[in-house]
């Protein structure tokens, strides 16, 4: 009897857990424009493509308003056939990316591994990345979806960084007008 109890607590544990991954975790947009019953606008606000090594993503800051709460996002999109592939940076974590891009940069400027391969990276909680690694050359990346091939290769990181920089005056600028 007291197998059988165990062997039917484990299935039913085993099936809570494979329910349980494949539950979408909501980004910061996601959850905020989910919102049933009140009107969103959205607005977007195109930025300059940003050109990466082999192909070249669409920028544009969106402003998301629900009644009277406004939110910002950096909109980042590599255009597919079979379906793009986007990130979504909200404002705060927009600022965050900022400053560990500014201590990556400086951190690429100082490698000295001697590996064959090596990453250094920094995820915002919604799964977006960005860093630098490679081997005996450096190129950058950023990965816009936690899950499937949207990784992006640079082979330096000032036009990242100019676009970081135009989406974060650009969100002033609206928030002033």
Do not use: H
């Amino acid at each position: 009897m007291n197998t059988s109890r165990v062997i039917i607590a484990f299935f039913c544990l085993a099936i809570t857990s494979i329910y349980a991954q494949d539950e979408k975790v909501l980004t910061k947009m996601e959850r905020f424009v989910t919102n049933t019953g009140k009107i969103v606008k959205l607005e977007n606000f195109n930025l300059p493509d940003l050109k990466a090594s082999y192909e070249v993503l669409k920028t544009k800051v969106r402003r998301v308003t629900i009644q009277d709460e406004t939110n910002y996002f950096l909109l980042l999109v590599k255009e597919d056939k079979y379906g793009d592939k986007s990130s979504a940076i909200a404002e705060d974590d927009l600022e965050e990316l900022i400053k560990a891009f500014d201590e990556l940069i400086q951190q690429s400027e100082n490698e000295t591994t001697n590996s064959d391969y090596f990453e250094n990276k920094f995820t915002t909680e919604d799964g977006f990345q960005i860093g630098y690694g490679g081997g005996k050359s450096i190129l950058w990346f950023i990965k816009l979806e936690k899950y499937g091939k949207s990784t992006v290769l640079f082979k330096n990181y000032f036009d990242i960084k100019a676009i970081f920089g135009m989406a974060q005056k650009k969100i002033q600028e609206l928030k002033a007008s």
